[in-house]
């Protein structure tokens, strides 16, 4: 028996509500979501995006109205919810939640642009931290074998052949070498980029901009990731992206896992 997790980033709970994740939310084959930049208070929700029939569901907003936050929602109970990477300065943006389900551990995250406001990648070592911390808040979960998924908008193309425009983007903030090499440093950890262990072809993308019609064109970025602790990934049997799915500038990608990931070792 399978299980599908599910990440996407939404770009606004408020607005893909409109365009019916409802009904795609009710009808996903899912077992868990976790969705970045939500940009909402539970407050601006109706209840059938904040308490879905069959759903049990966590929001965890930023400070600032309108801005970032995360959340998830699982047919599967919680077993212990957790926010933030204990770093007050990222934490009041609401990029983390990191939840129990069994024996595993998910960590749903939106992770910086290091773009800054007017684009001149004054974020960056906002960002990189951000990677650093929560690296480190995690590694000792993989020194003791635990299985942990990490999964959400990672703001980052990893390789030339997650961008379909590499040369043009060398210096633009998510394709910087710096920033790939903070990407390099998970892998290096020992976690696995699951789309790539079943996907190695190109032209295959998370988001595309809304200029210029770049995804009737798939001129896109893959920066949307789930990654695997060694544990977790000997549970992984399958990883896709799912570019049929609309509502945002971002597309859903997933794992299949056996159900076996939620059982204790």
């Known amino acids: 028996m ?14 893909v509500a409109k365009k019916g994740f409802a009904d795609w939310l009710a009808n996903t084959p899912a077992d868990i979501i976790g969705l970045q930049e939500t940009r909402a208070t539970h407050e601006q929700l109706p209840a059938k995006i904040l308490t879905p029939e069959g759903w049990h569901t966590h929001l965890h907003p930023a400070e600032r109205p309108g801005y970032s936050g995360v959340g998830l929602y699982s047919r599967l109970p919680f077993d212990r919810i957790e926010t933030g990477i204990d770093s007050p300065e990222h934490d009041v943006e609401g990029r983390i939640q990191r939840v129990q389900i069994g024996d595993l551990l998910i960590v749903n995250g939106y992770f910086p642009n290091g773009q800054g406001k007017d684009r001149d990648n004054s974020r960056v070592p906002f960002k990189l931290d951000f990677y650093h911390q929560l690296r480190d808040m995690l590694q000792p979960r993989i020194d003791a074998g635990e299985k942990v998924l990490v999964m959400g908008d990672f703001n980052t193309a990893h390789q030339e052949i997650d961008i379909a425009r590499p040369k043009s983007n060398e210096n633009t903030s998510g394709f910087l070498p710096i920033e790939r090499d ?62 049929d799915v609309h509502g945002s500038d971002h597309c859903p990608i997933s794992v299949t896992v056996n159900k076996t990931i939620y059982d204790a070792s």
């Not at 399978?2 to 607005?15: D, F, P, Y």
């Not at 980029?193 to 798939?218: K, V």
């Not at 970025?221 to 695997?228: E, H, T």
């Open 2 to 15: 399978t299980s599908k997790i599910i990440s996407w980033n939404v770009n606004g709970l408020r607005a």
């Open 182 to 243: 903070a990407l390099t440093q998970w892998i290096d950890a020992g976690w696995t980029d699951t789309f790539r262990a079943f996907h190695q072809g190109p032209d295959r993308y998370s988001w595309w901009s809304y200029r210029g019609g770049a995804r009737a064109r798939n001129v896109g970025w893959r920066i949307d990731y789930i990654l695997a602790s060694p544990a977790a990934m000997e549970h992984v049997v399958h990883a896709d992206i799912h570019d």
